[in-house]
């Protein structure tokens, strides 16, 4: 029953923006803290980001701080993740995960020049 949907991957170049969502349902969304994970060929799956219940602390792995932010909007079942000044090492695929659920399909990011 629990659906997370991520979209808004595709190809940047470096340096370059994006903006990652996904929509979660099944639920009670605001009763969870969300991360973004990411996973390439070979590698762990690896926490991006993560934010709590209300969104007021946020937590972000040493290669996107400073670069990368998560929100959430609980009236719409919604994580995000801006991803600015992006580099040809955040090639991955997305993951938004909810605390021991399930994992969705993701969506791929692709920066390359």
């Known amino acids: 029953q629990v659906q997370l949907v991520e979209s808004g991957g595709g190809l940047v170049q470096p340096g370059g923006s994006l903006r990652l969502s996904c929509a979660a349902s099944?639920?009670?969304?605001?009763?969870?803290?969300m991360s973004w994970f990411r996973q390439t060929p070979g590698k762990e799956r690896e926490r991006v980001a993560s934010?709590?219940?209300?969104?007021?602390?946020?937590d972000y792995a040493d290669s996107v701080k400073g670069r990368f932010t998560i929100s959430r909007d609980n009236a719409k079942n919604a994580v995000y993740l801006q991803m600015d000044n992006l580099k040809p090492e955040d090639t991955a695929v997305y993951y938004c995960?909810?605390?021991?659920?399930?994992w969705g399909q993701g969506t791929q990011v692709t920066v390359s020049s």
């Open positions: 934010i709590s219940t209300r969104g007021g602390i946020k």
């Open positions: 995960h909810q605390y021991m659920g399930p």
């Open positions: 099944g639920f009670t969304f605001s009763n969870y803290a």
